[in-house]
């Protein structure tokens, strides 16, 4: 009876099952470094192994297995001894990554059994792949994670970031991460992204904050941008805006008006003692000074302020301390303009107070000062010779002279008389004195009076009279006048 090889037959595990990994979890922040974790992973069923065994009628036969090769997904390998498969699932791969969380497909491996005289069987061994759920991946490009805005100058940034996904047909939901440093804004600005993944911030220019800012001074703040899958995995990505400050223009606020008072002789003068003149009215002081105070507002942080506007007017001066913002007008009585100012007549001054910082923005304000005039007395003057006269008893029987009258103020009236100072009031028994509209004076002799010719040659009497000029408003000036009355023989 002769033998022949026969074929050997297979039996054992044909079928095995893997998952891939992936990360379904939400994410954690990742210790010392500026992202977070896209979703703790899980690891998946990597590998899978079967036992495939040979069976062979002749007696001594032996058994050769062989099948490795690679897959779309993984890799399948036989052990040539033993029948003992495994597959492993190569979760870099792009179609493994593919996958969606529970999406699956089959890869098919064929395995060849060989006995020693070459006769082979073969047995498809089939491979179940189970995808698992891949976080996205948030990419931009160069400068599109960060931004800058200015004050009162550039008020918004933006910039436009990309996810990528590796499982078919996926979404993306973009959203402020709840990890982010600053929320979706602070006093400086708010900071949102849309449906895109396009992130905008929006300089809150008119609050304090950002007002405070001085120039050269800048603030950054940190957001953080997320995307969400439709599975819930997650990545963070953090978005910095740095924020700049500018020079503010101080603004100026405080007393912008004041007044002040002309001194004036507005009441009836007295004679001084001592002297041939009066006084042309007891003065009134004024109000001769004003005073004010400014103060700057500059938003800016440290920063200083420093005043300026020093200036002459035509009635006073106007000084505004350079550190302290006060000013002070002082009225010049001596001034000609002061003077003509009639009693409550007004006029006023303007001046231009600026505040500098210290980054030499600049803001002016106008300070108005209100003169008010006082009366002043008129002052009586006369050419040489016209304050005294002479007369003779039986010869010149009449004498005078011309006074004039003087008032800086505009729009005076001048009144002549005899002032009641007057020591011989208008006369005496040697004669009479008067004194006209114009302020001529005159005295006439009275020849005929027993006084008069009482006088021996050569002896003479000398009389004192006071003339007086008046204003529209009272006040007035006094000048005495002096008559020499000289004797004749009889």
């Given amino acids: 009876i002769n033998g022949t090889n026969d074929t050997p037959t297979i039996t054992g595990d044909t079928?095995?099952?893997?998952?891939e990994a992936g990360n379904a979890d939400p994410g954690t922040v990742i210790a010392n470094t500026t992202s977070t974790d896209p979703g703790a992973p899980t690891p998946g069923t990597p590998t899978v192994s079967?036992?495939?065994t040979a069976h062979d009628p002749d007696a001594g036969a032996t058994a050769t297995w062989s099948g490795n090769a690679a897959g779309t997904y993984g890799s399948f390998a036989v052990n040539p001894t033993t029948g003992v498969w495994t597959y492993t699932l190569d979760n870099s791969k792009p179609a493994t990554n593919a996958l969606a969380e529970g999406a699956s497909v089959t890869e098919t491996f064929t395995v060849t059994v060989t006995d020693d005289k070459n006769a082979t069987s073969?047995?498809?061994v089939t491979v179940?792949?189970?995808?698992?759920?891949?976080?996205?991946?948030?990419?931009?490009a160069a400068g599109n994670a960060a931004g800058g805005v200015t004050e009162d100058g550039t008020l918004t940034t933006g910039g436009q970031l990309a996810s990528a996904d590796p499982d078919t047909g996926h979404t993306a939901t973009w959203s402020v991460s709840p990890n982010s440093p600053q929320g979706t804004g602070t006093a400086y600005g708010t900071f949102s992204v849309n449906s895109s993944g396009q992130w905008s911030y929006t300089l809150n220019n008119a609050s304090a904050a950002v007002q405070g800012l001085a120039q050269g001074q800048s603030v950054t703040e940190t957001y953080t941008v997320r995307v969400t899958d439709d599975k819930g995995?997650?990545?963070d990505q953090q978005v910095t805006v740095v924020i700049n400050g500018t020079n503010d223009t101080p603004t100026i606020t405080g007393d912008t008006t004041g007044a002040v008072v002309e001194a004036g002789n507005a009441d009836p003068g007295t004679v001084i003692a001592n002297t041939t003149s009066t006084d042309p009215g007891a003065p009134t002081p004024g109000t001769p000074t004003?005073?004010?105070?400014?103060?700057?507002h500059d938003p800016d942080a440290g920063a200083t302020a420093t005043w300026s506007g020093n200036?002459?007017?035509?009635?006073?001066s106007f000084a505004v301390n350079p550190t302290t913002g006060v000013w002070t007008y002082t009225l010049d009585n001596?001034?000609?303009?002061?003077?003509?100012?009639?009693e409550g007549a007004s006029v006023t001054e303007t001046f231009t107070v600026t505040v500098t910082d210290d980054k030499n923005a600049t803001s002016t304000q106008n300070v108005t000062v209100t003169i008010t005039g006082a009366n002043d007395s008129p002052v009586i003057s006369y050419a040489a010779g016209n304050a005294a006269g002479g007369v003779t008893e039986d010869g010149t029987l009449t004498t005078g002279g011309q006074l004039a009258s003087a008032d800086p103020d505009t729009g005076h009236t001048a009144t002549w008389s005899v002032s009641p100072n007057s020591p011989q009031g208008t006369g005496t028994a040697y004669g009479t004195f008067s004194v006209n509209s114009s302020g001529q004076w005159s005295y006439t002799l009275n020849n005929a009076s027993a006084a008069v010719q009482g006088l021996a040659q050569g002896q003479s009497v000398t009389e004192t009279y006071t003339v007086r000029v008046t204003d529209d408003k009272g006040a007035w000036d006094d000048q005495q006048v002096t008559v020499v009355i000289n004797g004749t023989n009889d």
């Fill in 334 to 342: 001596s001034k000609p303009a002061t003077n003509a100012l009639a």
């Fill in 15 to 19: 079928t095995g099952a893997v998952v």
């Fill in 233 to 235: 995995a997650w990545d």
């Fill in 311 to 316: 200036a002459a007017g035509t009635y006073g």
């Fill in 50 to 52: 079967g036992t495939l």
């Fill in 290 to 296: 004003v005073s004010g105070t400014l103060t700057a």
């Fill in 122 to 124: 073969t047995q498809n």
């Fill in 128 to 140: 179940t792949i189970t995808g698992a759920n891949d976080s996205p991946v948030i990419s931009y």
